[in-house]
């Protein structure tokens, strides 16, 4: 259940058999959401540091809304990566083309 605007709230999912509904609370997807998590840090080990890091820095940020802007702020640095990168990589292709060309 969630509380909105003094109302609560329910999410339901529905399995493959129709009339079985099953009432999934927040703490339920919370807790499905933090398994999944370890699993896949138990799968790519070297990104344990980093999720450390991300973990110190929501720790720090206080409210939501200053977790958010920490996720995007990290998400923004991340894609910056990604597009300096891309930028290389264009750059040792062309210089293939024109070294075959």
């Known amino acids: 259940m969630e509380e909105r605007?003094?109302?609560?709230?329910?999410?339901?999912?529905?399995?493959?058999?129709s009339s079985a509904e099953k009432k999934i609370t927040n703490n339920d997807l919370l807790q499905k959401a933090l398994k999944d998590r370890e699993q896949f840090l138990k799968q790519n080990p070297r990104l344990q540091s980093y999720q450390a890091e991300i973990d110190?820095?929501?720790?720090?940020?206080?409210?939501?809304?200053?977790?958010?802007?920490?996720?995007?702020?990290?998400?923004?640095?991340?894609?910056?990566?990604?597009?300096k990168e891309l930028c290389t990589l264009t750059a040792v292709l062309a210089n293939d083309a024109n070294a075959d060309g």
């Open 5 to 17: 605007c003094g109302r609560r709230t329910e999410y339901v999912a529905k399995g493959s058999d």
């Open 56 to 83: 110190r820095l929501l720790d720090n940020s206080g409210n939501s809304q200053g977790r958010m802007a920490v996720l995007a702020t990290l998400m923004q640095g991340k894609l910056l990566e990604l597009q």
